[in-house]
């Protein structure tokens, strides 16, 4: 059996909290970096992790993916409440939280297009960047080019069908269909927070995270 420390997910004292608003619909992006006080710690047990191309693990990720959950993470989601100021902490359940990484190969194709993380019970969404070296690209927020729109219910899939993806480079999207209005790049241990019907994906060239792996970890509250 092996055991975890019971401060492996501690958070660092001297986090910075940035927030912005971003988009024609002034949306609230919030970012941390340093997150973590042992973030390389972290970032190692993240490399001994059983992960899955399974779809009940994986969901619609188009990447392997592992579940666990932290031991205190709930620190991490009332930080968030509190910065998420249009939140009503009283409605929020209990989350999961999600470790996956991309590496390898994409596993499909499908699943490339813009997407929102809507879950029931849940208002908002988080990724963690863990790579310590072999950065590249980050988290991109997209509008519609024809429509204008840049958030969805989840039940409106008419940006999975509108969506050209190119095997060699599919997340960067054809412009007469989608037009990038923000990024924040991949930087170690930078925790990223948005609403959770704002459409967005991963942004890389389409082929370095298959030579190189491409850790985060993404939950939904």
Known sequence: MKLLRPDLFDLNPRRRIHSERIGEGRHHLIVIDDLFQYPRDISALMNELPYSDHLDIREAAPTYRCSMRFPNIRSIYQELITEHSDINAMEQSVPGFDLYWDQSHIIDLKSCPPHVD???GSSYA???YMNENHLHGGTQFIRHTTNGKEISSGTDEVFQQDTTIRKDTPWDYEPLEWQRYHLVPMKFNRLVSYRNNLLHSM??????YRDHPRK???SNF
Do not use: A, H, P, Q
């Not at 942004?203 to 370095?208: A, E, L, P, Q, R």
């Open 118 to 120: 809507v879950t029931m």
């Open 216 to 218: 985060t970890i993404v």
């Open 126 to 128: 988080l990724v963690i």
């Open 203 to 208: 942004y890389t060239n389409g082929s370095f």
